[in-house]
């Protein structure tokens, strides 16, 4: 499966950007498709997270109630709309996907795409 990701960019406080994602490969295999973050010297971030069977969906504590993900299994893209935004969302996002497999994890990452909030 590959993955490429969008849609990054600089952005000031309180403002709004959207990224998107699109799956290629063996994409049938895919069960759930999210986004993580990465600030130089701190660990990944989940973000959030979409089940495909059923549409679920899950955020990280840091942006529930101003991102919302959303995804399109027929055209195996993903979105991320993110409101609200402040400088601590700065990082690099990657778009990832779980195909499946046990124990279940997401295997597959795209190269990123960053976004800057600036105060």
């Known amino acids: 499966v590959q993955l490429q990701a969008s849609g990054g960019g600089l952005v000031q406080a309180g403002g709004s950007l959207r990224l998107s994602c699109a799956a290629s490969?063996?994409?049938?295999?895919?069960?759930?498709m999210g986004w993580f973050r990465q600030t130089p010297g701190k660990e990944r971030e989940f973000v959030a997270a979409i089940l495909w069977s059923g549409g679920r969906t899950a955020y990280g504590d840091s942006v529930k109630g101003r991102f919302t993900i959303s995804g399109d299994r027929a055209k195996n893209t993903v979105n991320l709309q993110m409101n609200s935004l402040k400088s601590e969302d700065t990082g690099v996002y990657y778009c990832?996907?779980?195909?499946?497999?046990?124990?279940?994890?997401?295997?597959?990452w795209g190269r990123g795409t960053q976004v800057t909030v600036s105060s």
């Open positions: 990832a996907a779980d195909p499946n497999r046990v124990p279940s994890r997401f295997d597959y």
């Open positions: 490969g063996r994409t049938f295999s895919v069960s759930r």
